[in-house]
């Protein structure tokens, strides 16, 4: 996966945090994005920017950034600004959350996850991890969504 940018979005914790972790794991270069809501109970920017010290600290390239899942239009720079950073992206992985009460937050994330789609340069490919229709649950999901990238860029990228 050397040389390919991946945007994962809710990228903090759970799924997400595991998707950025083995996708970087593989060579990817991830941007690690944290999505505020006033219904989080966490810190999405501080939890992004640890996540990426600790990638950093093993060797990996990961960067944090943070958006505000409740104004999505205000993610239509986003993958301009991680190409300036990272380079073009060539994948992105939305998680929508899940569980008790948490209606709006999915609802703003699918929200969220269309925009940021529009916004995807050509032949970018775009997923949505949403754990609420996942029976396999959310590491499950995690795990096939990571290998099936890492599966699409390690063949993509070989050499003749």
Request: with cysteine; charged share 20%; net charge negative.
């Amino acid at each position: 996966m050397n040389g390919c940018v991946v945007l994962v979005i809710d990228a903090t914790i759970g799924a997400g945090r595991s998707v950025a972790t083995r996708l970087s794991a593989a060579g990817a270069a991830v941007a690690v994005v944290g999505a505020g809501h006033p219904g989080r109970d966490d810190d999405a920017a501080t939890n992004a920017a640890f996540l990426c010290k600790e990638l950093a600290g093993i060797g990996l390239v990961a960067l944090p950034y943070q958006v505000d899942v409740a104004r999505p239009e205000t993610l239509r720079a986003l993958p301009r600004q991680i190409a300036g950073d990272l380079g073009p992206v060539a994948a992105c992985v939305v998680v929508v959350p899940s569980g008790p009460g948490s209606g709006d937050l999915a609802r703003d994330f699918r929200a969220l996850s269309a925009v940021v789609a529009a916004s995807l340069p050509a032949g970018a490919e775009h997923i949505e991890i949403d754990t609420e229709h996942d029976a396999a649950g959310h590491e499950r999901a995690a795990q096939s969504v990571a290998d099936r990238l890492i599966e699409r860029f390690a063949c993509s990228h070989k050499s003749p």
